[in-house]
Nanobody, 133 residues
Framework: EVQLQASGGGLVQPGGSLRLSCAASGFSFDDYAIGWFRQAPGKEREVVSCINPDDRSTYFSDSVKGRFTITSDSRKKIVYLRMSGLKPEDTAVYYC??????????????????????????WGQGTLVTVSS
């Protein structure tokens, strides 16, 4: 059974940092892309960042580029999202997802990932991040 466990959310002041973790189990970690998504109240879910653990190819949305980093630990089967320079507009429930489809992984490797064109296979529960003073 595929399981994705997101953790690390909390309350942080603007400008602060936070690290989210996504612990994966039930599938071959290096054969799947892992993505972080978020959904703010009243807004649609949006992709934040993705990684292909096999070759460390990554994607970042324009809204977080330069502030967030994504890394993977294949031994522990965990993907980390390090968030810095947090803004109130980063407040949302953050979810991690996994997908092993060739098209997605190929898109990440070639730098052609287009979020609206892809529905991810597996989802974990969310972790709430609140950025407020």
């Amino acid at each position: 059974e595929v399981q994705l466990q997101a953790s690390g959310g909390g309350l942080v002041q603007p400008g602060g940092s936070l690290r989210l973790s996504c612990a994966a189990s039930g599938f071959s970690f290096d054969d799947y892309a892992i993505g972080w998504f978020r959904q703010a109240p009243g807004k649609e879910r949006e992709v934040v960042s993705c990684i292909n653990p096999d070759d460390r190819s990554t994607y970042f949305s324009d809204s977080v580029k330069g502030r967030f980093t994504i890394t993977s630990d294949s031994r522990k089967k965990i993907v980390y999202l390090r968030m810095s320079g947090l803004k109130p507009e980063d407040t949302a429930v953050y979810y991690c997802a996994a997908d092993g489809s060739y098209n997605l992984i190929h898109a990440l490797i070639t730098g052609n990932y287009n979020p609206p064109l892809h529905e991810w296979q597996y989802w974990g529960q969310g972790t709430l991040v609140t950025v407020s003073s």
